[in-house]
Each structure stands twice: as structure tokens, then as C-alpha cells.
T-cell receptor, first 116, second 115 residues
């Protein structure tokens, strides 16, 4: 079984600054995907970024980037130039290769507040 | 259209009522899911329909019953719920092919209150 741990229940950052959210996971699988999902107060969960385990290059999506350390089983999310709209709960998730995406294992989440 | 639509957005029901939650997607996805989410917690998977086959989380009580009339629609029938069932109920779908297989698309949820 897989486990996903987010050790920061809450974080805050000033607008325009950079913040890093931590995630570690445990698995015996070699082929898998890791995700960061965002859930704003509007409730809808949205995929922020995705990393394929066999790719060594860290994924980036505009202001969002990850630091993927496969050997350490670490997958942190960096948000640059934070914006008020980034205020949300962020979930780290793990998915085994060749399984349904909705069966991902989620961490407990980190609530991020961006302050003006 | 990358949207999962859930209705209603809010629902208040008594413990003796029967109600249904509805979920619809038009992305051609062949897997759909129901989750229960308590405040400040991750979503808990309740049911999966994948290619019309149902998988159940065995910890889900029988007062919740899913129905999949076709590959675009997913219902969750509620009967004799308890106050502890009050939560946000999320629907999601996945399975569009290629990298789309690796993303779950979520609806906005139904906020359920059992009184």
C-alpha cells in the first residue's frame, strides 16, 4: 500500500513571494505518477501539476514547479510570485501506473493562505 | 468541454428522507467516482464505476447506493442518512486517453447536511 504525507497542515505567504509545500510518499512501485491538486474555497479540485516517476526532469507549469527526488521519495511544490487566487488547500497525490486516476492516494493536505 | 457537473450544489435532508445526487460528464471518460470529503480532510473514495463495472469501498454503509445509467451519468442515492454523513460529496471522472488517463476531473461537489 502507498502512503502520502504532507507535514505542513497550514502555511501562509505574502503576495508575490515564493512558497514551497512539502510531500513525501512511500511505495514499492517503480512506475507511478505524482500530482498536486488545488482545492480553493469554491470546492472544485483542479490538477496543478503532474510528474511521471520515470522522468528525471522536474515538471513545471507557469509559476508552479516541483522538486522530485525519487530516491528520497520526496515531491515538493514551489509556487513563485504567489497570487491571492493561489489561496487554497493543496493535496499531494500518488497514482500507480495503469490504474484509474481517481483511485489516487491523497495526502492530508496543506492549507495555503496568500496574504496581500 | 472539460467539465464535470454535479447537482444539486447544496442539499439539506432529514434522516428519513430519500434523495439523489447527480453527476454528469461529456468528456468520453469511462471511469467515474464518488468521494466523501469532510472539512480540511482529503477526499475518501466511496465508489468507482470503470467500464460499467462497480467497485465499492467496503467501509461505505449501505445507505449510500450508486447507479450508473450510462457512461456519462453517475447518481448517488441516499436513504436514511445519519448526521455524521454531512459532508461535501465530490464526483470525478477520468480516462480520456494518453496523459488524460492520469488526471481526475472533479465536479464542484454537493454540500450535504443531514438534520
Amino acid at each position: 500500500a502507498q502512503t502520502v504525507t504532507q507535514s505542513q497542515p497550514e502555511m501562509s505567504v505574502q503576495e508575490a513571494e515564493t512558497v514551497t509545500l512539502s510531500c513525501t510518499y512511500d511505495t514499492s512501485e517503480n512506475n507511478y505518477y505524482l500530482f498536486w491538486y488545488k482545492q480553493p474555497p469554491s470546492r472544485q479540485m483542479i490538477l496543478v501539476i503532474r510528474q511521471e516517476a520515470y522522468k528525471q526532469q522536474n515538471a513545471t507549469e507557469n509559476r508552479f514547479s516541483v522538486n522530485f527526488q525519487k530516491a528520497a521519495k520526496s515531491f515538493s511544490l514551489k509556487i513563485s510570485d504567489s497570487q491571492l487566487g493561489d489561496t487554497a488547500m493543496y493535496f499531494c497525490a500518488f497514482m500507480k501506473h495503469m490504474t484509474n486516476a481517481g483511485k489516487s492516494t491523497f495526502g492530508d493536505g496543506t492549507t495555503l493562505t496568500v496574504k496581500p | 468541454d472539460t467539465e464535470v457537473t454535479q447537482t444539486p450544489k447544496h442539499l439539506v435532508m432529514g434522516m428519513t428522507n430519500k434523495k439523489s445526487l447527480k453527476c454528469e460528464q461529456h468528456m468520453g471518460h469511462r471511469a467515474m467516482y464518488w468521494y466523501k470529503q469532510k472539512a480540511k480532510k482529503p477526499p475518501e473514495l466511496m465508489f468507482v464505476y470503470s467500464y460499467e463495472k462497480l467497485s465499492i469501498n467496503e467501509s461505505v454503509p449501505s445507505r449510500f447506493s450508486p447507479e450508473c445509467p450510462n457512461s456519462s451519468l453517475l447518481n448517488l442515492h441516499l436513504h436514511a442518512l445519519q448526521p455524521e454523513d454531512s459532508a461535501l460529496y465530490l464526483c470525478a471522472s477520468s480516462g480520456g486517453g494518453g496523459l488524460m488517463n492520469t488526471e481526475a476531473f472533479f465536479g464542484q461537489g454537493t454540500r450535504l447536511t443531514v438534520v
